[in-house]
């Protein structure tokens, strides 16, 4: 019988895993939505211009559920207009004051999704409730990771790497130097035949086979 770690415990691990794909599992209150937000705005705040997605698959569901979540530590100074920031939430827009990052936000009901999907430039990507969303999605958002080039990769952790020529991740057309890509992904508990199931659970074959070896990462929370 496999035994759960603490939950903290289990918080601190979510926070600082990746920039491997990272799925948060668990019920209603579990604090998926909440850390997920967190890492947000940390990678918003320490690679200064750049960009990531937080997306859903309805559009009542985003606004009522995760940006409810996320505006709550969010704090309006974070976004306040008199220092650059901007909150338009009929555009599905968040822009940072302090950095600069943006924040969009996408569901995926939305008839010309797949065509925004294919011209994406991020670098990260928060797919919350994914047992909602189909493999392609989440296929067609982890490939459009590292296209934003506008990102800021502060010097002193370009030098913890040894230089720039050295930095691990770089545009794939400019190869200018880009932030780590994130994919974290939120579910509540699902079945086996789930390809979320199939990709991030120790369990599965498909997992021990290949996602293993691309440290796709489960967390399974109270």
């Not at 392609?136 to 590292?146: P, Q």
């Amino acid at each position: 019988r496999r035994v759960k770690e603490p939950h903290v415990h289990l918080d601190k691990i979510a926070f600082e895993y990746g920039p491997a794909p990272l799925l948060l599992s668990g019920g209603f209150g579990a604090s998926k939505t909440f850390l997920s937000s967190m890492k947000a705005l940390y990678l918003s705040s320490i690679y200064p211009k750049n960009r990531g997605v937080i997306a859903r698959k309805v559009a009542k569901q985003l606004r009522d559920t995760t940006q409810s979540t996320f505006f709550k530590i969010c704090p309006p100074a974070a976004y306040d207009p008199n220092f650059g920031g901007k909150r338009a939430d009929s555009e599905n827009y968040l822009r940072l004051a302090h950095s600069e990052s943006e924040i969009l936000w996408m569901h995926m009901d939305d008839p010309d999704i797949v065509g925004v999907l294919r011209g994406l430039e991020v670098n990260w990507f928060i797919l919350d409730q994914a047992e909602e969303q189909t493999e392609e999605t989440f296929d067609m958002l982890d490939v459009r990771l590292g296209r934003w080039d506008k990102a800021e990769v502060p010097e002193a952790l370009l030098q913890m790497y040894g230089g720039i020529d050295n930095w691990p991740w770089k545009n794939p057309e400019t190869n200018r130097p880009t932030p780590p890509p994130y994919a974290i992904l939120t579910c509540n508990p699902g079945i086996e035949s789930h390809w979320l199931w199939r990709r991030f659970h120790q369990d599965s074959q498909d997992w021990k086979d290949t996602y293993r070896l691309q440290k796709y990462k489960m967390i399974e929370f109270l």
